[in-house]
């Protein structure tokens, strides 16, 4: 990205009318396939796929959902896609990823909820969930749960496995490092309860971490948490580079108008210091609403994009000197994915807008596709 | 979206007529924006500047010789530039989120007293410096705006401890100076700058098209009716008979609060209507059966509201008036789902991952 990007834009203005890259790369494959969940104006939740062709998105399928979804998992030589439901939900909806077709439900038990998030490992064999062990009224409910997946033919099955403590409460996003062998969670460090709905039962002494355990055995390696003042401010969500680089977005839960850290950035073991954090020069630190809703590196690792989506804004960083490179409006924007050239995001509006980071150019790409919905929090992608 | 709904109904210009192009459909969007900006907005902030001019003018004139009757027109600027504050108070986007504004004029609600413990501090501190625009600028929000100030004029011995200690009338001052500041601020920027930025709204800039500013307009018409309904009163109330805090009311101190949500539902009813008669207004984006049925809740709810007192603790004392409230209540609620009911019936929605938590 160049400093004089500004003037670029002139120059550039009108050269470009759809996401060409992404266009090209999408050629009779399918990809990239886009993945979220969505809610209509009847309540009702469901699982879409979508593609692009020259500008334009294009559903690939569209399936209802029990209930309100989060995040979805994807692992491309399973076929499968995995949606995980919202808190405090408890089913995993499995579905065929060349069809959209539904494979699979699986709930976790009944002494236990989902957090929205979950990771396979890049073989395809595990997946791992966070999770509330919520009848543990003290001491630290969240869970990390190793499950065994198995694809044969129209068969998609996940096995519980193991389950390990996150070393925190209220875990949500988790990510496996390059290596596979390290789990990095985000334990948000609030406390809620299924007979409490979504309230949140412990603001004033919550504790959130960035926390690294073994995949394999689940023990403790790192545990990392801001300063006090920020106790407040709850690690969410995540996402990596190829180096490992973590980026941290946060969701803080302490007046509108305190200035706390939304995002951060850590790398296990070159960084014992801690999280360094990113912040925003006023009014944009502001405009975030103290509210960071997804976060997502681009695909060169140096920039990630993270959705405001009380901000009505999406902002795009350089992780190269922690700084912000700018922002565009998107109202209700959340769900984003990296793309050849840019970021592709959605927004609870049914907006779906292509951004191109070089030139700060923005492409409407539709809304909602054949009927209207709301793009719920995360965008998944299905890659070349 | 085409404004297919109440600009039609009404046999509006015809640039308003049905299945326009986009880009005069964005022309729509804009012509509703700027009437609310011109029409209700800006007006309201210019009152509200002007009132806040009066009342940093008064609080000098009582500092210099503080008496019983200087404090009773002190009181009586509270309560003019309160009355502005109440009719704009549900525009909670621009200008008014900049620095802290909105939480600087009026820190409410203060559920851990923060508010009091802070200003006996700084009071007790007795710290010249402070008192700097700059400075006082940077002190917690909850000793900067109108709850502080409240509580300086309206205590039984009020007028006992502002003619006794100096720096406790300069800390009164210093408040209506911050907001007199604040409140220019506020004004200035819509009018110098945002309204140009809602003006061109429909280009890349702060919002993402014209539709997208006429959102804001439409939350801050919608959310204030609930957040009146559950802060304002139902917190107030209690669940029973008997459970009642008035002392959690807004403004109680100055005895105002229902007149508080008097001015609030009047402003909203002018939000929506428009002040002048070009018949563009915000209501102009729904349907017109609609705008008859919100328009209805409105004239009760208001009804209802012209019938009580100013004071919330006076509302109670009478028989019946725990129903009164309740009545109001019940009519807010009304009026709020007549909004939301209204809004499904068109393409326009006002959050989703934005209220989610997750």
Redesign the interface.
């Given at each position: 990205m160049n400093i004089d990007r500004r003037q670029f834009n002139t120059l550039a203005a009108g050269l470009l009318s759809w996401p060409t890259v992404v266009a090209a790369s999408n050629k009779n494959t399918g990809k990239p396939l886009f993945l979220s969940a969505a809610?209509d104006?009847d309540d009702r939740h469901w699982v879409i796929g979508f593609s692009t062709e020259t500008g334009i998105t294009k559903q690939v399928f569209k399936h209802q959902l029990p209930a309100r979804a989060?995040h979805i998992a994807v692992h491309e030589a399973l076929g499968v896609y995995l949606v995980i439901a919202?808190?405090p939900g408890r089913y995993l909806w499995a579905g065929d990823l060349a069809t959209g077709k539904h494979l699979n439900t699986i709930n976790v038990p009944d002494d236990r909820h989902l957090y929205?998030h979950g990771v396979f490992t890049n073989n395809g064999k595990n997946f791992y969930t966070t999770e509330n062990a919520w009848k543990l009224i003290n001491g630290d409910s969240g869970r990390v749960v190793t499950w065994q997946a198995d694809r044969r033919g129209d068969t998609f099955t996940l096995e519980r496995l193991e389950e390990y403590p996150s070393y925190g409460t209220g875990p949500?996003e988790l990510l496996l490092k390059p290596d596979q062998q390290t789990l990095v969670v985000a334990n948000g460090g609030i406390r809620t309860h299924p007979d409490r709905g979504?309230e949140k039962l412990n603001i004033t002494s919550m504790q959130p971490s960035l926390v690294y355990m073994d995949a394999g055995t689940g023990d403790l390696q790192d545990q990392y948490v801001l300063k006090a003042d920020y106790h407040k401010a709850s690690i969410?969500h995540l996402d990596q580079n190829a180096s490992g680089l973590i980026a941290i977005a946060m969701?803080y839960q302490g007046?509108?108008?305190d200035r706390a850290p939304l995002l951060a950035l850590h790398q296990q073991g070159k960084e014992g210091k801690g999280m360094r954090t990113l912040w925003a020069p006023?009014?944009v630190q502001?405009?975030m609403s103290q509210y960071v809703?997804s976060v997502r590196f681009d695909n060169s690792g140096r920039y990630i994009a993270a959705s405001c989506?009380?901000g009505?804004m999406i902002s795009f960083w350089d992780t190269n000197n922690d700084s912000l490179v700018g922002t565009v409006?998107?109202?209700?924007?959340?769900g984003v994915s990296a793309v050849d050239n840019g970021f592709l995001y959605t927004?609870?509006?049914g907006?779906i807008v292509w951004y191109d980071l070089a030139t700060d150019q923005?492409v409407d790409m539709g809304s909602s596709l054949e009927d209207?919905v709301?793009?719920?929090?995360h965008l998944s992608i299905l890659s070349v | 979206m085409k404004f297919r709904y109440a600009f039609i109904a009404a046999g509006l210009t015809a640039n308003l007529l049905i299945a326009q192009p986009a880009d005069e459909s964005a022309e729509n969007w804009t012509e509703v924006n700027l009437a609310v900006t011109d029409s209700h907005v800006i007006p309201a902030y210019t009152s509200l500047m002007q009132a806040t001019q009066e009342l940093e003018t008064i609080a000098d004139a009582f500092c210099r010789s503080p008496d019983a009757e200087g404090l009773a027109s002190f009181q009586d600027k509270f309560h003019s530039s309160m009355d502005p504050w109440q009719q704009i108070q549900h525009i909670q986007f621009g200008p008014i989120t900049y620095f802290n504004w909105n939480f600087r004029i009026h820190y409410w609600p203060d559920e851990q007293g923060t508010g009091a413990r802070q200003l006996d501090a700084l009071i007790a501190a007795e710290n010249q410096n402070i008192l700097s625009s700059d400075n006082f600028a940077v002190e917690s929000v909850a000793v900067q705006g109108y709850p502080a100030l409240e509580r300086l004029l309206f205590e039984a011995d009020s007028l006992t401890s502002l003619q006794g200690n100096p720096y406790r009338c300069q800390v009164a001052q210093t408040i209506t100076r911050n907001i007199s500041e604040i409140t220019r601020g506020v004004q200035t920027r819509w009018v110098d700058e945002f309204r140009t930025t809602v003006a061109n709204a429909d280009e890349r800039g702060f919002f993402e098209s014209a539709e997208d500013a006429t959102i804001d307009f439409l939350k801050a018409q919608v959310e204030p009716v609930r957040r009146i309904q559950q802060q304002k009163l139902e917190e107030v109330l209690g669940e029973s008979a008997g459970r009642e805090r008035v002392q959690r009311a807004e403004s109680w101190r100055s005895d105002r609060s229902l007149r508080n949500i008097r001015l609030n539902i009047l402003a909203l009813e002018g939000l929506f209507n428009g002040a002048d008669d070009s018949g563009v207004q915000l209501s102009s984006v729904l349907l017109t059966e609609d705008v008859a049925t919100i328009n209805n809740d409105f004239t009760e709810l208001n009804a209802s509201l012209a019938a009580l007192p100013d004071s919330f603790a006076e509302t109670l004392e009478v028989d019946g008036g725990r129903e009164n409230l309740e009545q109001v209540i019940a009519q807010l609620d009304t009026l709020f789902e007549a909004l939301e009911a209204a809004l499904k019936n068109t393409d326009l929605y006002l959050g989703f991952n934005s209220l989610d938590g997750d």
């Open positions: 809610s104006g989060h919202r808190r929205g949500h979504r969410r969701q007046e509108a108008f006023e009014p502001g405009q809703g989506p009380r009505n409006r998107s109202r209700d924007g959340c927004a609870g509006t907006r923005v209207k709301f793009w719920d929090n | -």
